[in-house]
């Protein structure tokens, strides 16, 4: 009983925590494959993304959502000396 407690109580706050946004990836190329249908567009560049198809059939093409503006969005951090 009180091991059901502790977990009910445990799920409770874990449910109540503040967590972070979930961040999509925005790569520019999508490797299609025929047999079965999936689809990954986490490819950086055509020749990584041709490497992953290659002997399976699939075949590459640009993402259409991707946004190269979401990279810069990101502002870096610069140390003062």
Known sequence: MRTSLAVAI??????????????????P??????????RNCGF?????CMATVSGNGGYCEQNPMYRPELESAVPSRKRRR
Do not use: T
């Not at 950086?44 to 990584?48: G, P, T």
């Open 10 to 27: 445990a799920i409770l706050v874990m449910l109540l925590m503040e967590m972070d946004g979930a961040v999509a990836q925005n790569y």
């Open 29 to 38: 190329w999508c490797a299609e494959a025929i047999k079965g249908g999936g």
């Open 44 to 48: 950086v560049s055509w020749k990584q």
